[in-house]
């Protein structure tokens, strides 16, 4: 199918089944997790911290699309579990900085592996041609991402 000729009734369709697929997808890799009793949100949070350094709870909130007062929630449940710290800030006592613990590392990093594991083998039972399809569609879902 060209881009000239495609229908919006094809359009439909074509959403439909990536949005399924992804969402699918997404569900079976968010079941390998290091922490069983850990919420999505959870480890939302310390992935970021990991990947993106110290935030504050309000940087927290903004960039999980979140209230305040939801994220001092998850930051609290958080913090009992050993995951993360908060620090006063220097400049404003009345603002806390985020950061991860060595525990909250590792269930960043064995949740990262579990699951890197699990799509590995996964892939391994595919061919090699449904491979190269999956790895050309990874270009285009990112593209897509970032928009």
Not at 52 to 73: K, Y
Not at 119 to 138: F, I, Q, V
Request: glycine share 4%; net charge negative; proline share 3%.
């Amino acid at each position: 199918m060209t881009e000239s000729n495609t229908s919006p009734s094809d359009l439909s369709a074509a959403a439909s089944d990536v949005r399924m697929a992804t969402f699918r997808l997404a569900r079976r890799l968010r079941a390998e997790r290091a922490v069983d009793s850990m919420s999505d949100g959870q480890f939302a949070v310390l992935a970021v911290l990991k990947v993106h350094g110290p935030h504050t709870l309000g940087e927290l909130a903004e960039r999980e699309r979140v209230t305040a007062p939801s994220m001092n929630r998850t930051v609290n449940c958080l913090q009992e579990s050993g995951f993360i710290t908060r620090t006063p800030m220097d400049d404003d006592r009345r603002k806390v900085l985020v950061d991860l613990t060595l525990a909250g590392r590792d269930v960043v990093e064995e949740t990262v592996r579990r699951r890197d594991a699990w799509l590995e083998t996964a892939l391994g039972e595919l061919t090699e041609t449904e491979r190269a399809a999956l790895s050309d569609a990874a270009a285009v879902l990112r593209k897509l991402a970032d928009r």
